[in-house]
């Protein structure tokens, strides 16, 4: 019998964790990162024209910052105000499971992103809407794939394939965006369901 190492087993928990979502994912998306951005801040809010620009750096909180802003961009895109509405914050999100890579290889840094739960009017151009919320992210680089996803299972396997070996924390579950009726449909303990 074969013995798996501990980065197999962490990647083999990791897995079974976001398994399953499987069923409610549509959408594989690779989004390129800039290793740095040039940010522009207009130096007065009311008052003249001066801006003030400065170079950031991606480091690990700039990145998780990117990741909530894209997806609250995203939702933006596909819901509008339907997701702040109270009545319809549960099913008015999409489903978003990030995972980082290239942060300790020679890579670029992109996310792998596992998308579901998007409403049937937007399917069509769904690319677009992906690209119009990434643009708006300071650190977005050119490079961006979207494709439909067929087997959703291999995706998932796909962007945990650094856990374990290159990078644990490779996936990104804080985060990941999982609206609350795919939390409670999936769920089977009690004390969670009340």
Known sequence: MHQLSKGQKLQEAYRQYIEPYSCYLQYAVTLTLKQSALIRVKRFQNYGSDIYEFREYL????????????????????YGNKSKHKNKQQWA????????????????????????????????????????AFQRCDFSNKQLCVKTVTNSSGWLGYITKEVG??????????????????????????RLLA
């Open 165 to 190: 070996y290159t990078d644990n924390d490779a996936l990104d579950i804080v985060a990941s965006t999982i609206p609350p009726f795919i939390q409670h449909s999936i769920c089977t303990e009690g």
């Open 59 to 78: 480091d690990d909180d700039k990145l998780r910052s990117t990741i909530r802003f894209f997806t609250t961009q995203f939702t933006n895109e596909l």
């Open 93 to 132: 999100s999409p489903l978003v499971i990030a995972a980082v890579e290239g942060r300790n290889t020679h890579k670029l840094t992109h996310l792998h992103l596992a998308i579901g739960n998007i409403p049937a009017t937007h399917t069509e151009n769904i690319a677009q809407h992906i690209q119009v």
